[in-house]
């Protein structure tokens, strides 16, 4: 792991990767080699490392921990924007998730903890553009509510896990239109709640079963625990009534 001088550039290691990526689909490869921010277990950045490391289990185990988002975005019907991510993925390829899920990078720009998490909501601009085709003009910062953090670990089959403190982030917009890159998204659709909770219980279901899930960790996790009494309240009160719920908890998962 690394401590470098921030900049406005997202760094990328030049170093060999310390496992083989070569059976991966290689945008996906070259983007493991993007740098992350690497957190203590109380969210401050002690340095950075690569996607790759942060997300292999023999680290993980060791206690390598790193910064995400989580982005939700509702349209004018408080319907829910999912997408399924790519077959491509190396990390949880197939499963339905939330709008968006990435990570923040090592940036003075994402890491700016100032009005109510502006960097989380900088480095959620960037990957809806890459993974959305959804624009800073279509969703602007302004749109984005800071909830909370989750802090979860994850398995995603062999060597790869999720080991992350989450922020969580809601948007709502109308008209908003997807254009997903397909080496990152299979499918999107919008959702309602009742719709939402049909796809959980189906996930429930076939994991009970013991057969592969449909939905990612996180957002199970995130729907159980959070987002269906955020949903109603938007629903009930308006979108406005959500600034009153941030909290600046790390939830233990």
């Known amino acids: 792991m690394s401590?470098?001088?921030v900049t406005s550039e997202i760094p990328v290691s030049?170093?060999?990767p310390p496992v083989d990526l070569s059976s991966y689909d290689p945008v996906q490869a070259e983007f493991m080699l993007e740098t992350?921010?690497?957190v203590d277990n109380d969210d401050n950045p002690i340095g950075y490392d690569t996607k790759v490391n942060c997300h292999?289990?023999?680290n993980i185990d060791k206690g390598l921990l790193h910064r995400?988002?989580?982005v939700f975005l509702f349209n004018e019907k408080n319907e829910l924007l999912l997408q399924r991510r790519a077959s491509e993925k190396i990390t949880f390829p197939d499963l339905w998730t939330n709008t968006c899920c990435s990570h923040m990078a090592y940036t003075k720009e994402e890491l700016d903890q100032s009005n109510n998490r502006v960097g989380a909501k900088r480095a959620?601009?960037?990957k809806l553009v890459q993974e959305l085709g959804i624009t800073p003009e279509a969703l602007p910062l302004e749109d984005y509510r800071f909830l909370t953090r989750i802090h979860y670990m994850a398995p995603s089959g062999g060597q790869w896990a999720e080991h992350e403190i989450d922020y969580i982030l809601i948007a709502k917009r109308a008209g908003v239109v997807a254009n997903p890159n397909p080496n990152e998204i299979s499918e999107t659709k919008y959702v309602s709640m009742d719709e939402l909770k049909?796809?959980?219980d189906e996930d429930v279901k076939l994991r009970e079963a013991g057969q592969p899930p449909v939905v990612t960790p996180w957002f199970r996790i995130i729907c159980n625990e959070f987002l269906f009494g955020w949903w109603e309240t938007m629903q009930n009160?308006?979108?406005e009534a959500l600034a009153g719920m941030t909290n600046d908890i790390i939830h233990r998962m």
């Open 68 to 70: 995400a988002f989580s």
């Open 198 to 200: 049909a796809i959980l």
């Open 14 to 16: 030049t170093a060999p």
């Open 36 to 38: 992350i921010v690497v």
């Open 3 to 5: 401590t470098p001088t």
């Open 56 to 58: 292999l289990v023999e």
């Open 237 to 239: 009160e308006g979108f």
């Open 124 to 126: 959620a601009q960037r």
